[in-house]
């Protein structure tokens, strides 16, 4: 199974390199672009076939190394 | 007094800190491989900076998974002393010996300059040849070293007095301006609850001569030489 783990800065945790790309969409003429927040997506290639330990496995793998849970917050989807 | 200093692949500020560690405990420290397990008869650990792992998905997050780190564990279990300077800092707080995280400085730049550091107290074995209060100068040289915990952790460091050093103007005052990477509370370097822990992101290990410029960092250096024989 895949396992897509998408990796973002905290609400509330500043995210200057959102803001960077922000202003720089701004110089180029999207003046209607708001707040931009900028984070990572993971793509895990897994042997198990059950989605649901699939999803548990990518969430500890999240949770031990693929996100700083102090600052960072993540979502697993399984497919 | 035997120190040792971890090196992991992509850090760069290892010999500045041997030197450093050289200079005021008179022993050259040993110089230990990320793959090695064995800390044992150490003294005090010390992380250099640099870019370990090449700063893979964050500063510091492979190193704190490498085998080393169990033995660093073990240290620090036992009440051993550990030094984490600059990417040593990001690592200690990645492997979660420190609190808090670093994250990308404020203003997206790295930082390449002299920052003047406060010290919060001067009674811990890394500070006692400073005096409470003193500003002393140290070189940054990192992009991402903007402290972050949240309130309570923070208001945690300050009620337990785990913050070591402060950017503060050269004449000690916590401004915005002084803080260059934007850490919260103007925070440069924390200790662990018991004090044996200390990380920082400026580089005092780079002001040790006045060959260098200066002696600013070298009485941190000192107080560790005084730990034990």
């Not at chain 1, 984070?39 to 996100?67: F, N, S, V, Y």
């Not at chain 2, 730049?109 to 009674?123: I, K, P």
């Not at chain 2, 074995?125 to 040289?141: I, K, M, N, S």
């Amino acid at each position: 199974m895949k396992a897509v783990v998408t990796v973002m800065l905290k609400e509330g945790v500043l995210d200057p390199q959102g803001k960077a790309i922000a202003q720089a969409l701004h110089g180029l003429g999207f003046a209607a672009v708001g707040e931009v927040r900028a984070g990572k997506r993971i793509e895990l290639e897994l042997a198990e076939t059950d989605p649901a330990r699939a999803r548990a496995q990518a969430e500890e793998m999240a949770r031990k190394l693929l996100a700083n849970t102090v600052i960072e917050s993540f979502r697993v989807e399984v497919a | 007094m035997r120190a040792a200093i971890i090196v992991f692949p992509g850090i760069n500020r290892e010999r500045d800190l041997a030197i450093a560690l050289e200079r005021s405990t008179g022993r050259a420290p040993r110089m230990v491989w990320h793959k090695e397990t064995d800390l044992a008869g150490i003294d005090l650990i010390a992380i250099p900076g640099g870019f370990s792992y090449g700063d893979y998905l964050r500063c510091g997050a492979m190193a704190a998974q490498s085998p080393v780190m169990g033995a660093i564990r073990a240290h620090a279990a036992r009440g051993g002393h550990i030094l984490g300077v600059c990417n040593g800092f990001q690592i200690l707080t990645e492997a979660g010996l420190l609190p808090g995280a670093l994250l990308r400085n404020a203003a997206l730049r790295f930082l390449s300059m002299d920052c003047h550091l406060r010290v919060e107290r001067a009674d811990t074995d890394f500070t006692r040849h400073y005096q409470r209060g003193e500003v002393f100068r140290a070189p940054l040289a990192h992009g991402d070293g903007n402290y972050f915990a949240d309130e309570a952790t923070l208001d945690r460091l300050e009620g337990e007095g785990r913050v070591a050093f402060r950017y503060t103007t050269p004449m000690g005052e916590t401004t915005p301006g002084a803080n260059r990477n934007g850490s919260a509370r103007n925070i440069a370097g924390i200790y662990s609850e018991n004090l044996r822990i200390l990380g920082l992101m400026p580089h005092p290990e780079d002001l040790v001569d006045p060959l260098m410029g200066g002696t600013d960092g070298k009485p941190l250096f000192d107080s560790i030489a005084a730990l034990a024989a």
